[in-house]
């Protein structure tokens, strides 16, 4: 004990509702050396021996927030009880509650009523139930929910309070009570049965039905223990039993704990395997099934439990295979598919089943689990062999160590769809395969198609599902009821076994990318050592090579055991077809391809070739994990090509490809209710995008179409006519109710075919034409597709009207603004809006104006306009006052700090608080400094900031690409929202440069991410590579820039400053014949 | 202050760059009256292309002569090389592929780069290009290069003169 520390301050269940991040507290922040000893045979040994277990080495990374610890020791009091009745449904079957301590605590749940939370115990001992304990160190996982159900405590070592004062009396009896509460003592008849023996296991918490005679009542809730009795004649007195050693326990009895004993099920999954004496049962009849019935124990108001803390047997191990049994325990390495999948020891995958066991709130990363009576199998897959431990109706999972480098809850949705419904009915290797096949298709689709396409809906089957059905044909087994699973103790065979190698994986392209360069490195390492031939190698075709030139290899799909599922599309960049899924594409050849198909849709191709063609060189393994492993393909690791040498394609047939939806039709509502459409031309759709995530990305699609004097009138379905002269006259009336008139200028018969739906119909005038169907006025609109994030265009909007568009903008001008909004109470520009000049007046240019025209303001400035054209060469110059001009590029640039601007409204904007050139004239090096505008021509800003971002900024399609549907600008501004200020140093040395020299920094510590980066330097080299400019500068102190922090190398230092005033374009006539008077 | 001309990217004709006086040493070292000089600007039409896979090689005609020029485009090769993965947040290589696309033939292009030498001639390493829209941009250049020349370049080096 540490007696002499002082006390640590008292901290209560109050305080911890108030911790809202994942937080660890303890006692004592020194650890003790040596473990308290105390009484081992008592069963209330305190302080409880510290936990043997050391944390396993955190090699994997969550991604989820550690625990924080708290920086100060604290004392965490408060009573253990039992879940309390308004704990949600899953924490009363598994969780203890931790309450502030009141006068009246007691293991009723009922006295609960002061502030608690869930809690999990290691090393618990029934007799700290109801009674103040004093957690000594813990870990507080606050709700994932705010304003829901208070947190879960993990208490990790613990003591009884009230041993402070004294210590405890060393218990000699052969059982120790559970103190649930204290039962009558007097003997009636009713309850006398009892159960002496070993908990096997315990059920979940379910409904029985009652019999006949209670109809109108309430179903009973409660849990089934099954108990290994002994059969003999004492233990069927109701006398409590005075050893073990004269029993056998061989008998199995099945005692259900109904109505309030139900909360007493997470100390009975605490009992599986200790030897336990439950008396004050009733002796009941329960149904099972049709045909068989049980004698059951019934829990009543006199139950009560003890246990034999002494007894150190165990439970016998069962003969059948199809039985379930044993005992794992593991560290957990993954938790995958809403926790329904686990990994142990990155060796073993628990799959739990999910109708039975809820994933308790300390199943996390990290933690070292114990799970009893399950399944063990082999799952030989075609790609893969895994270990499966599958859970039933009987299996219990406690947690022994809890896991401080995880916090992440893994909580299911409680609304399956028609796709739960399936995976819960599907034997336990096929629902391994299924919720793999699960996570391939959502990480591969749910960007190109929408999830109800893919995961199907609460009544429709989505790909996934119906690609499945087709796989496993009938496979699914019938469903028993948990009580007939739990007391016939048959969770039947496995009637899958080992057949499972028609089970492949679907796999997402990133991964196949990843295989195919490694079986290329395989193949060029054995090549390099000699250990393949040409033309010999195992399972390769290949088509020879020379050491001087490239080699290919063809690998046939027999020998890959994968199947290829994806989209096809044609490649925007190459203009090559390409097998597309949200991780990835590879370029897929067709020999056969008829000409104008659809390629809609998403294909199955089993049958494939994929070739590997690449220069015949030694390449150096790279340690990766397995790109096929399950846990690869749950993890979603984030591969990259790396080999960009390598040219990686598939070669299929057209008959091998095989659609398995989502079928392109207009959707049924259309089909059925709209009978009227209007017809427009679609004359310009923007932005324009070529990437095809980003069509599918949220944001503002615009599009200018006009209104064609028709409308189009559908009559139905399929329900083509034979000739245009039947199908007119059969509709007639469907015409003639569009007006008379309408009728005889137009109704021309139509058709639609759009995927498989198929509409006839007829055009008809809407009036505005004029004879034989000429047009006579035309509507144009602009249609604008998911508003809502318009705020973001507006960036260019002030930049267009300040900057781009200076030249003739101002008083007196006459401009047209096309591709504008209309709004309620004005015009609102957008990315696409450009401006026309008509006329301009060159009267009043606004005195803020600054840029672009060399003849507008500056030149009316008399001190820029007598400056003189010189060259940096001209060292006299520099120590004069009046400004210099010069012609020059930028060489490199030394320093660019970007700060968040809000000086023009709502919308911040982009503002150079400095930035610091190397200037190259041809004569020699200047070192010159600028901000705001004059910084912004140097740097090109306004010429850049439109480019789009998805094709500048290009990134893999792993990548982070959801930045990517902006312009360069706009990606700047949301980079600016989000740091407030970047500084990019360039530590190279000039005028040399390189992106590898750039150091970029964020002002508010957050790190930049990689696309910041890559923009920020797209942004300087744009700046170094570009024309020459003229600049109007003047001397500069160094020591005026000191205030930025700038260290400048050795060669700038010897440079003269200069301060630059103003920045315009070159006019290369009026320049030439400025240089030919002077020579 | 030293004039180090070697920093500095000297606006040039073809026909005085191809005269260039070659010291032998490595890196070799080019003086054009007594100076040394590294890098060069010119001005010209692009008069041949040829794209290879790592680099893209081209001829600049500006009147005086024609120059060999050589734009490498496997930047992605040299970042792989120093920490891997980098390459593909690096926009280097994907900005000089833009640039190589803007290399026609018949454009008049403005090239500033690295003198170099290749099998005994002398080529310019490309750094950067701009295609110059305005033709009148050529005029300026030749005019520009007199003038550094007569002010910059040519006059006889401080040495030469004595020293100061």
């Known amino acids: 004990m540490e007696a002499t520390a002082p006390a640590p301050p008292r901290f209560t269940v109050a305080d911890l509702l108030r911790l809202r991040r994942p937080t660890t507290g303890a006692s004592s922040l020194i650890c003790p050396s040596v473990p308290t000893s105390s009484s081992s045979s008592s069963s209330t040994s305190r302080p409880r021996k510290r936990h043997k277990l050391s944390a396993p080495a955190p090699t994997w990374s969550t991604g989820t927030v550690p625990f924080a610890p708290l920086s100060h020791p604290v004392l965490l009091s408060g009573t253990l009880s039992l879940p309390s009745a308004s704990s949600p449904a899953s924490c009363r079957s598994n969780c203890f509650s931790f309450s502030d301590p009141s006068p009246t605590a007691a293991a009723s749940p009922a006295s609960a009523a002061a502030a608690s939370v869930c809690c999990w115990i290691l090393d618990f001992d029934p007799a700290a139930l109801g009674r103040e304990i004093l957690v000594l160190a813990w870990n507080y996982l606050p709700s994932v929910r705010l304003h829901a159900a208070p947190g879960v405590l993990e208490v990790v070592r613990w003591r009884l309070a009230e041993e402070e004062e004294q210590a405890p009396a060393p218990k000699c009896n052969f059982l120790a009570t559970v103190p649930f509460h204290f039962p009558d003592q007097e003997p009636d008849l009713a309850t006398r049965g009892c159960a002496f023996g070993l908990v096997r296991s315990v059920s979940v918490v379910l409904s029985m039905p009652l019999a006949k005679a209670d109809a109108g009542s309430r179903d009973s809730v409660g849990f089934l223990a099954e108990i290994l009795c002994c059969g003999c004649r004492r233990c069927c007195r109701a006398t409590p039993p005075e050893d073990a050693q004269s029993h056998k326990f061989e008998t199995m009895k099945f005692v259900y704990f109904v109505d309030a004993a139900s909360m007493w099920r997470p100390v009975l999954v605490w009992l599986v395997g200790r030897l336990v004496y439950v008396s004050g049962l009733k002796k009941k009849m329960v149904s099972v099934g049709d045909k068989a019935s049980h004698t059951t124990l019934v829990s009543s108001a006199k139950t009560a439990i003890a246990w034999c803390p002494s007894y150190r047997g165990s439970l016998p191990l069962d003969s059948f295979p199809e039985k379930c049994g044993g005992d794992y325990a593991g560290v957990i390495t993954g938790i995958y598919s809403q926790g329904l999948v686990v990994e142990l020891d990155n ?20 933690a070292i689990v114990s799970v009893k009576n399950f399944r063990a199998t082999c799952l030989n897959f075609a790609w893969t062999r895994i270990v499966l431990l599958a859970t039933c109706c009987k299996t219990c999972i406690t947690v022994n160590y809890f896991s401080s480098v995880d916090s992440k809850s893994h909580l299911k949705t409680e609304n399956k769809g028609l796709l739960g419904t399936f995976v819960d009915s599907l034997e336990m290797p096929a629902r391994f395969w299924m919720l793999l096949l699960i996570s391939c298709f959502k990480q591969k689709f749910t960007k190109l198609f929408s999830d109800k396409e893919i995961l199907g809906s609460q009544n429709k089957q989505g790909v996934v599902h119906a690609y499945a059905t087709k796989i496993l044909l009938s496979k699914c087994q019938p469903q028993e009821s948990l009580i007939m699973k739990f007391c016939r103790h048959n969770c039947g065979s496995l009637s899958l076994g080992s057949k499972l190698e028609g089970f492949k994986l679907a796999i997402p392209f990133s991964n196949l990318v990843f295989k195919g360069e490694s079986l290329w490195i395989s193949s060029m390492f054995k ?18 090579f020379s050491y001087t030139s490239s080699t290919k290899r063809l690998i046939s799909s027999e020998d890959l055991d994968f199947v290829l599922v994806g989209s096809i599309k044609t490649s925007p960049l190459s203009g090559r077809l390409q097998l ?49 492993s399950c846990k690869a393909v749950f993890q979603k690791l984030p591969y990259k090509k790396r080999l960009q040498h390598l040219n990686i394609y598939v070669i299929v047939q057209w008959r091998e490809l095989i659609h398995i939806g989502p079928s392109l039709s207009i959707p049924s509502y259309i089909n059925y209710r709209t009978r009227l459409f209007h017809l427009l031309k679609l004359s310009h759709i923007f932005p324009v995008n070529s990437n095809i995530q980003c069509q599918s990305m949220s944001g503002s699609l615009y599009a200018e179409a006009v209104i064609l004097p028709y409308v189009l009138k559908f009559i139905g379905q399929g329900e083509f006519l034979e000739d245009a002269e039947g199908f007119i006259m059969s509709h007639s009336t469907l015409v003639g109710n569009s007006g008379a008139s309408m009728a005889k200028s137009c109704n021309i018969p139509c058709s639609l075919s759009f995927g498989s739906t198929n509409l006839c119909g007829t055009l008809v005038s809407t009036g505005s034409s004029g004879s034989e169907g000429t047009v006579l006025k035309e509507t144009r609109i602009l249609l604008e597709f998911k508003a809502g994030s318009f705020m973001k265009y507006q960036v260019y909007i002030r930049g267009y009207s300040n900057k781009h568009s200076t030249v003739g903008i101002g008083p007196g001008a006459t401009v047209t603004f ?24 060159h009267a009043n240019f606004p005195e803020q104006s600054v840029i672009s025209s060399p003849k507008s303001n500056w030149l009316k400035d008399d001190s820029l306009s007598t400056a003189s054209p010189c060259l940096f060469f001209h060292q006299k110059y520099f120590t004069d006052s009046r400004p210099m001009q010069f012609h020059c590029r930028v060489a490199t640039v030394l320093v660019l700090v970007l700060n968040k601007s809000t000086n023009h409204g709502e919308t911040p904007n982009v503002r150079v608080q400095l930035a610091g050139f190397i200037l190259d004239d041809g004569s020699s090096l200047c070192c010159g400094w600028a901000d705001d505008a004059r910084a912004e021509l140097l740097l090109r800003l306004q010429e850049i900031a439109h480019l789009d971002a998805s094709v500048n900024l290009k990134l893999s399609k792993g990548g982070n690409s959801t ?17 407030t200020s970047v500084t990019v140093k360039n530590c190279g040395i000039p005028p040399d440069f390189s992106c590898r020299d750039l150091d970029a920094s964020s002002v508010s510590d957050k790190v930049l991410s990689r696309l910041e980066d890559k923009l920020l330097k797209f942004i300087v080299l744009s700046a170094c590579w570009k024309g020459s400019l003229n600049v109007f500068t003047s001397a500069l102190d160094p020591d005026d820039i000191n205030g930025f922090n700038v260290e400048l190398p050795v060669p700038i230092q010897n440079m003269r400053m200069l301060w630059i005033e103003e920045v315009f374009p070159v006019d290369p006539l009026e320049e030439a014949r400025r240089l030919c008077d002077i020579l | 202050m030293d004039h180090l001309l070697h920093l500095v990217h000297v606006k040039i004709l073809a026909a005085d760059l191809l005269s260039l006086t070659r010291q032998h040493t490595s890196p070799p070292a080019f003086l054009r009256c007594g100076r040394t000089v590294a890098r060069a600007e010119l001005v010209g039409i692009v008069v041949s292309r040829d794209l290879r896979e790592k680099f893209l090689s081209f001829v600049i005609d500006d009147g005086t002569g024609c120059v060999p020029c050589i734009l490498w485009l496997n930047h992605q090769y040299l970042n792989a090389s120093t920490s891997s993965g980098s390459s593909e947040f690096d926009p280097t290589t994907e900005m000089a592929l833009k640039m190589s696309e803007e290399v026609r033939v018949g454009t008049l292009l403005r090239v500033r780069g690295k003198i170099a030498t290749y099998s005994g001639a002398i080529q310019i390493t490309v750094r950067d290009v701009v295609v110059e829209k305005d033709l009148n941009s050529e005029v300026l250049h030749w005019l520009q290069c007199v003038s550094l020349a007569k002010e910059c370049y040519d006059p006889p080096p401080p040495s030469a003169q004595g020293g100061t």
């Open chain 1, 580 to 628: 597309v899924d949200s991780t990835g594409c590879i370029d897929i050849f067709i020999p056969d391809l008829p000409p104008n198909q659809s390629l809609y849709g998403i294909y199955e191709i089993v049958d494939y070739k994929l070739a590997l063609e690449g220069p015949v060189a030694y390449v150096d393994h790279y340690d990766v994990a397995d790109p096929l």
């Open chain 1, 818 to 841: 096309h591709r504008v909004r209309l709004k309620q109470h004005g015009l609102l520009l957008t990315s696409e809006t450009y401006i026309e000049v008509s006329s301009i007046s």
């Open chain 1, 347 to 366: 060796t073993a995958w628990l799959l739990i089943d999910d109708q039975q066991l809820p994933p308790p709130h300390s199943l996390r990363v990290g």
């Open chain 1, 963 to 979: 930045n990517l549907q902006y312009t360069i600008g706009c990606c700047l501004e949301k980079m600016l929202k989000k740091h």
């Open chain 1, 527 to 544: 090549l390099w050592n000699g250990s393949e031939e040409v033309g010999k190698s195992q399972g390769f075709l290949c088509d020879g």
